[in-house]
C-alpha cells in the first residue's frame, strides 16, 4: 500500500501549497492537495461548501479526502488547515507516523500571514475580524499540529524552495 512521502500540515497562510510544490519538485515526486480533492468532489469552491452546506459536511468530506489521499498517493500531500481537527485524520497521521511517516507542520506567524492570505473571504474561516479569527484557530490548532508533527519549519518570510531545501537537507 503506498504512503506519502511527507505530508505538509499548518494553518491557512503557511505554505502548504506553494511548499509542497517546491517539495515535490526537489524530491522528483507528485503533490497532492486534499482542498483540492474536496472541490474536485463537490464540484464547489470550499468557500461555496461553506456557504451551502457548512462546515460539517465540508468537515465530512475534508476527511474522507484525506483519508483516500493517504491510502493511494506515494507523493507530496498537503492538507487543509482544519483537517487536524478530526479524530480519524488524527489516527491516520499517528499510524503513518509509526510507520515511519513524516508529517511537517509549517509554522507561521501572524505578521508572516497575513500579506499572504490578504485575510480575505476566500478563506471561509477568516471572514469577520480576520486577525481575531486566525489567532483563535491557532490557540485550537496548535497544540494538534506540534502532537502530530515529526518536523516542524517556521516558514514566516522564506521562499518556499528555501523551505523545501531545508526538509530535503533533514532527510525528508
Known sequence: MPAPRAVLIGPPGSGKTSV????????GTSRRDTDADVERAAGKAISEIF???GEAAFRELEAAAVEQ????????????????????????????VANGGRVIYLE???NAVAPRVGLNNARPLLVGNPRKQWADLMEVRRPIYEALATDVVNTDHIRADRVARELVEKGI
Do not use: P
Open 20 to 27: 509542497g510544490k517546491a517539495l515535490a519538485k526537489a524530491l
Open 51 to 53: 456557504i451551502d452546506d
Open 69 to 96: 489521499a493517504m491510502a493511494e498517493h506515494d507523493g507530496v500531500l498537503s492538507l487543509g488547515g482544519g483537517a487536524i481537527l478530526k479524530e480519524r485524520t488524527q489516527e491516520l497521521l499517528r499510524d503513518y
Open 108 to 110: 507561521v506567524s501572524i
